[in-house]
């Protein structure tokens, strides 16, 4: 599975913007995805999880309210908006495929994007 992120950028604080995670090499939609942050010099940030089985969604506290994950299963991609957007929101974004454990923890997903950087301006 090769999963390639796009939609990042600069944007100013409160703004907005939409990643996508275009899957490839097989069918995903049996997969739960998710997205991952790592700021500089700091360790890989859960942010967001949608299931594979009931397509519940979970998120970090920090993102909680501001940001939603959802999936196109006919497209083979995942998106996360990201809404009313904070300098501290500044990392390169990962989406991420396949869980076999906790999905908070960067170590129980099989397949990883390249990351997008997402840089916010206050």
């Known amino acids: 599975v090769q999963l390639q992120a796009s939609g990042g950028g600069l944007a100013q604080a409160g703004g907005s913007l939409r990643l996508s995670c275009a899957a490839s090499g097989r069918d995903v939609s049996s997969y739960s995805m998710g997205w991952f942050r790592q700021a500089t010099g700091k360790e890989h940030e859960f942010v967001a999880v949608?299931?594979?089985?009931?397509?519940?969604?979970y998120y970090a506290d920090s993102v909680k309210g501001r940001f939603a994950i959802s999936r196109d299963n006919t497209k083979n991609t995942a998106y996360l908006q990201m809404n009313s957007l904070k300098p501290e929101d500044t990392a390169i974004y990962y989406c991420?495929?396949?869980?076999?454990?906790?999905?908070?923890?960067?170590?129980?997903?099989?397949?990883w994007g390249q990351g997008t950087l997402v840089t916010v301006s206050s």
């Open positions: 949608i299931m594979w089985t009931t397509s519940n969604t």
């Open positions: 991420v495929a396949y869980s076999t454990g906790t999905y908070a923890i960067p170590q129980s997903w099989h397949y």
